[in-house]
């Protein structure tokens, strides 16, 4: 191991592959930063460059491209609430709000921190724990996996303000709704209405641009007022200070350090992912932050900005636990990182770490080099790249608009989601002016496919009996966390006044 | 009627609606005849989340609402013309992209939007749409190497000059 791992730093190091991770960070920010080009379309993007490349120089160019295409999107979920991928989602939801109070450069700085102690913390428990952490996600079975899914879905609780808990369970619900949509895991279709573009769903991206982006920007023509709100002579359109202060700091560091691990342990699962492990990673926080902190959550806290920042990136290292280890891709990203190491000669599986340890451990440092030049990297950028915000209103709305659209139209290539993306942004303005929140909405639909997809199996397991809910100490302790959560905030709810 | 005006309740109400079309639509998925021995067939989650739907949207309409929030009354004031225009623009962007090819609407399309909220002149918006639109055409084909639809009129007219 230890030889693998001087190999691997050797090969890390030499002058053309830091090369090739500057570029790839480089590279991989500007791709991220645009709607619908998250890290999958960006290392894809990247494959047929990396050919003509040694396999080791190719693997690093494509890890620095990965983890710049994550921060590129956190940076458009910051500065315009468009969060181009499922994971950067939970990062809207205190990044925006910070960058509209002028907040943005201190957003982003946190966003870079977070990502860069998920990454280190991830990096550290993959060193230690590789070989018992491969055995414990195969054990997880269907069962385990739905029970995940439901304590996953009671973090509505989370985003729902004062009072509102009744009416994010709702919007959780229309979010596993609109997941029905299309075929259903016996390949029925459902909800389809007979038009052939529904076959395959409802695209995440279309519904979270829709509701996020684009249901913003029209928000912010309709009360033009509010984007000056607040008095802050930054406002919206301002950078503020990078730096944080030590009541940031103090709180920073605990939610990061909390959410990496929570964030690595959920990306061991084979399609759990970074989605899941943010919106836990943001669920959690709340729970344990004290009232007024937990306050501040959704209006601008350093914790939920942190927490989910943290938990996706440890989330992605995590990923290449099973992809490494047992050659199971746990994600889109992960499967076209197989592809890529296929093609490179690489054979992941099993006998990877016996076999080729000298590659294993290359391609984990390399990983870990590209967070580190991201951090060098994008901290200096951070006053340029927040510029954006300083885009005149009547020029940025547009363009917000367009990216939005035109994001979802380089994902399916497909005009009929360009109409459907305006109606879905016409209804979410809607629900958004009778003060329904969005997130619980989006969660319920990431979480949907999944749910229903592990109930069947593990109700096909058990023979339609629901006993698998308690029968194994693992999903007996999941269902039991998932139950104390949600019905907590209920009879807070129910009972306040 | 001013009981009615409350942003909970007319959102429990549309919660309903949509419910109860999902719920029709849902009594029409063909059930599968065979059995997987799950239990569970195609229409099983779909009427499982009406009826939560059902009861969630219940409690908030009965539920007392010591803190009422009016939504026409509150609503009323605000600057809908602007947006009406920028949802007409998109939904003329959406039907004219196939026939008019990803430049072409997308130049029209931030054109009318930057002119519309009173960004410049109607020549200056012209300029930056154009040189915009011909910057991220150019990044993304030549660069990234994707496909952008030059759209079906742009195709028509290539064949009818070869």
Redesign the interface.
Known sequence: MIEGIQTGLVTAFSPLNLLMVLLGCFAGTL?GMLPGLGPVSAIA?MI?ITYSLEPSSALILIAGVYYGAIFGGSTSAILINAPGVSGAVATAFDGYPMARTGKAGKALAIAAYSSFAGGTIGAILLFLFVPVLAKWSLSFHSADYFALMLFGLTAVAAFSGR?QV??A??MA??G??LS?VGE?P?G?Q??T?GITDLYDGIGFLLLSMATFALAE??IS????ADDSAGGHPNASTGLGSLKLGRSDVREVVPAAGRSSILGFLVGILPGAGATIASFLAYGTERNLAPQAAKDQFGRGSVRGLAAPEAANNAASTGSFVPLLTLGIPGSATTAVMLGALVSYGVQPGPRLYIDSPAIFWSVIISMYVGNIVLLILNLPLIPYIARLLQV????L???I??FS??GV??VS?N?FD??L??IV??IA???R????PMAPMLLGFILGGML?DN???A??IS??SFAFLWDRPITATIMALTVLSLLVPVFHSLFR? | MRQLDDKTRIGALLLLAFTAVYALLARRIPVDALDDGSGMTSQSLPFGLVALSVVLATIQLVKPNADRRPFLADHRALAWRPVAFLVLLMVIYAITFPWLGFVVSSVLFLWLAFFGLGAATVWRCGVVSLLFVGALWALLTQVFGLYLDPGALMAWAGSVRT
Do not use: H, N, Q, W
């Open positions: 791709i993007l047929p009072g009744l009416k369970l709702s619900v229309l596993l709704m029905t259903d016996s029925i459902r909800f209405l920007a029209l023509v309709l009360r033009p005149p209103r009547p020029y709305i547009p363009l608009l367009f659209l035109m139209y380089l290539f005009t360009l109409s993306m305006v942004g016409c303005l809607i629900v002016l009778l003060e329904y229903e109930l069947r199996r109700l096909l023979d339609g006044d």
